[in-house]
């Protein structure tokens, strides 16, 4: 559908940037802090660790009063678990409890609405070593953290966000160093769902809590949505498509949503001898919870074909979210000819995002928060401290365009968050993949003077929310 006019953005819209406590923060072990699995993994050779990141413990209110010169009306960030409870459970540590108190109020000085995801791949290093989410004990851990973050933030913080892209977590967990396999494991695909289940159990749960605690706050989850194109119009292809759908994206809405597996999924996991167990009261609280919202984070689609039965089975998982692969009888992932990439590999499609949102708003009639979405190249600060990064305004202008054609053909939304605020450490490639409107003067092993620097998409960011997303030119 083209539109002759677009309709404007919402008067109240979210516009933002997002962040990750473990990638942004620094002072890993720093005021009581405990490990989590991200402080103590093997780090992807020739990156950096994440013991400064981009320091933003030290330097939150330079970081704030940046995003408030852009003008950002929200901050979506994540609360690092063991800085409030260093073992997971237990002790609480009240300098954790400090920080995010200072945090928060900083960006309520500037207006700026705080968004704060509970879990983001920082599973506390000592619940790890008792099973992480393979033990069903996981999902009361989930709970009471979430419940002492409710008691002391629920009176300032409006938006919460459950676990950040718990599909990517089952699909890569390993990657991103947050999935543990126990050793012996006979049936690795049984182990990983049911792990995902206690997630689901533990983010229905923690839905119901917050409605009960804090009747005026919204809550959603946060899953990485990348609709799922058929390679060619072949019947064969479509239902291929329709299978990764299912497993990659609508098994995590559906019960986000509804509280019910979804029934293409629920059909592979019984072919597999890999359904979960549930214990009594597990169908019960997925049925309870009902999200105000759904957030969710967005890069690029996804292209399949048909795979054939006697296809070379493979894992359950896969690497990072834009690598092929295959599941015999299922589907298998190629590459979509009509788009771009990135330096780094990733297709850029943002039609696509209109296609993703479109879909998704269709399926469940729940506004839309966009918590990621976002660039990942390498920057260079020249001598008179400008980073150039004309790719990047490229990007987010066809990307918002989008959501406007989306919000043009009905799709309510609240916000668009992308990924990020300010550089950070990559999950993959560390320091050198830079997505920030702000520039941080540190390389991978050199933390130089870790000083700030506004990018020209940091002044085009401004310009855009300023005219709440109608002047889009460079």
């Given at each position: 559908?083209?539109?002759k006019?677009?309709?404007?953005?919402?008067?109240?819209?979210?516009?933002?940037?997002s962040?990750?406590?473990?990638?942004?923060?620094?002072?890993?072990?720093?005021?009581?802090?405990?490990?989590?699995?991200?402080?103590?993994?093997?780090?992807?050779?020739?990156?950096?660790?994440?013991?400064?990141?981009?320091?933003?413990?030290?330097?939150?209110?330079?970081?704030?009063?940046?995003?408030?010169?852009?003008?950002?009306?929200?901050?979506?960030?994540?609360?690092?678990?063991?800085?409030?409870?260093?073992?997971?459970?237990?002790?609480?540590?009240?300098?954790?409890?400090?920080?995010?108190?200072?945090?928060?109020?900083?960006?309520?000085?500037?207006?700026?609405?705080?968004?704060?995801t509970m879990?983001?791949?920082d599973?506390?290093?000592?619940?790890?070593?008792?099973?992480?989410?393979g033990?069903?004990?996981?999902?009361?851990?989930?709970?009471?953290?979430?419940?002492?973050?409710?008691?002391?933030?629920?009176?300032?913080?409006?938006?919460?966000?459950?676990?950040?892209?718990?599909?990517?977590l089952t699909?890569?967990?390993?990657?991103?160093?947050?999935?543990?396999?126990?050793?012996?494991?006979?049936?690795?695909?049984?182990?990983?769902?049911?792990?995902?289940?206690?997630?689901?159990?533990?983010q229905?749960?923690?839905m119901?809590?917050?409605?009960?605690m804090?009747?005026?706050?919204?809550?959603?989850?946060a899953?990485n949505?990348?609709?799922?194109?058929?390679?060619?119009?072949?019947?064969?292809?479509?239902?291929?498509?329709?299978?990764?759908?299912?497993?990659?994206?609508?098994?995590?809405?559906?019960?986000?949503?509804?509280g019910i597996?979804?029934?293409i999924?629920?059909?592979?996991?019984?072919?597999?001898?890999a359904?979960?167990?549930?214990?009594?009261?597990?169908?019960?609280?997925?049925?309870?919870a009902?999200?105000?919202?759904?957030?969710?984070?967005?890069?690029?689609?996804?292209?399949?074909?048909?795979?054939?039965?006697?296809?070379?089975?493979?894992?359950?998982?896969?690497?990072?979210?834009?690598?092929?692969?295959?599941?015999?009888?299922?589907?298998?992932q190629?590459?979509?000819?009509?788009?771009?990439?990135?330096?780094?590999?990733?297709?850029?499609?943002?039609?696509?995002f209109?296609a993703?949102?479109?879909?998704?708003?269709?399926?469940?009639h729940?506004?839309?928060?966009?918590?990621?979405?976002?660039?990942?190249?390498?920057?260079?600060?020249?001598?008179?401290?400008?980073?150039?990064?004309?790719?990047?305004?490229?990007?987010?202008q066809?990307?918002?365009?989008?959501?406007?054609?989306?919000?043009?053909?009905?799709?309510e939304?609240?916000?668009?968050?992308?990924?990020?605020?300010?550089?950070?450490?990559?999950?993959?490639e560390?320091?050198?993949?830079?997505?920030?409107?702000?520039?941080?003067?540190?390389?991978?092993?050199?933390?130089?003077?870790l000083?700030?620097?506004?990018?020209?998409?940091f002044?085009?960011?401004?310009?855009?929310?300023?005219?709440?997303?109608?002047?889009?030119?460079e």
């Amino acid at each position: 559908m083209k539109h002759k006019r677009l309709k404007p953005f919402p008067k109240d819209f979210l516009w933002g940037a997002s962040s990750s406590a473990y990638q942004v923060e620094g002072a890993s072990l720093e005021d009581g802090k405990g490990p989590s699995c991200q402080d103590v993994k093997e780090i992807p050779e020739g990156t950096s660790d994440l013991k400064v990141c981009a320091d933003q413990y030290h330097r939150y209110k330079e970081d704030i009063a940046l995003m408030a010169e852009m003008g950002f009306k929200s901050y979506r960030f994540s609360i690092a678990w063991t800085r409030i409870l260093p073992k997971g459970t237990g002790e609480v540590n009240p300098k954790g409890i400090e920080y995010y108190n200072n945090l928060i109020n900083e960006c309520l000085k500037y207006g700026i609405e705080p968004i704060i995801t509970m879990f983001h791949f920082d599973m506390p290093a000592t619940l790890d070593e008792r099973g992480s989410w393979g033990n069903p004990d996981s999902v009361q851990w989930f709970v009471d953290f979430a419940r002492i973050l409710y008691e002391n933030y629920g009176d300032r913080v409006k938006y919460w966000l459950t676990i950040n892209e718990q599909n990517v977590l089952t699909l890569s967990g390993p990657v991103i160093g947050t999935l543990h396999l126990p050793e012996n494991c006979t049936n690795v695909l049984k182990e990983i769902y049911q792990q995902n289940h206690h997630m689901l159990v533990a983010q229905a749960k923690a839905m119901v809590l917050c409605h009960e605690m804090l009747p005026n706050a919204k809550i959603g989850p946060a899953p990485n949505i990348s609709l799922v194109y058929p390679a060619t119009c072949k019947p064969e292809d479509v239902i291929a498509a329709q299978n990764f759908n299912a497993i990659r994206n609508w098994l995590y809405l559906d019960m986000a949503v509804y509280g019910i597996y979804n029934a293409i999924v629920w059909s592979w996991l019984e072919e597999n001898d890999a359904t979960p167990t549930f214990v009594p009261g597990d169908k019960e609280a997925m049925k309870n919870a009902h999200p105000d919202f759904i957030g969710f984070n967005y890069y690029n689609t996804a292209t399949v074909a048909a795979s054939d039965l006697d296809a070379a089975e493979e894992t359950a998982l896969m690497g990072d979210q834009q690598s092929g692969r295959e599941m015999a009888g299922i589907f298998k992932q190629v590459d979509n000819p009509n788009l771009p990439k990135t330096e780094f590999g990733w297709e850029i499609d943002p039609v696509g995002f209109r296609a993703t949102t479109r879909e998704m708003y269709s399926r469940y009639h729940l506004p839309l928060l966009v918590t990621e979405n976002g660039l990942g190249a390498y920057d260079t600060l020249t001598e008179d401290g400008k980073v150039h990064d004309a790719y990047r305004i490229h990007y987010y202008q066809d990307h918002i365009r989008q959501i406007q054609e989306s919000i043009s053909d009905g799709t309510e939304f609240l916000g668009y968050n992308p990924w990020s605020a300010i550089d950070l450490i990559s999950t993959h490639e560390g320091m050198v993949k830079r997505y920030g409107f702000i520039y941080v003067d540190r390389d991978e092993f050199d933390l130089k003077t870790l000083d700030r620097f506004r990018k020209d998409s940091f002044y085009w960011y401004k310009k855009v929310i300023a005219s709440n997303g109608e002047d889009l030119s460079e």
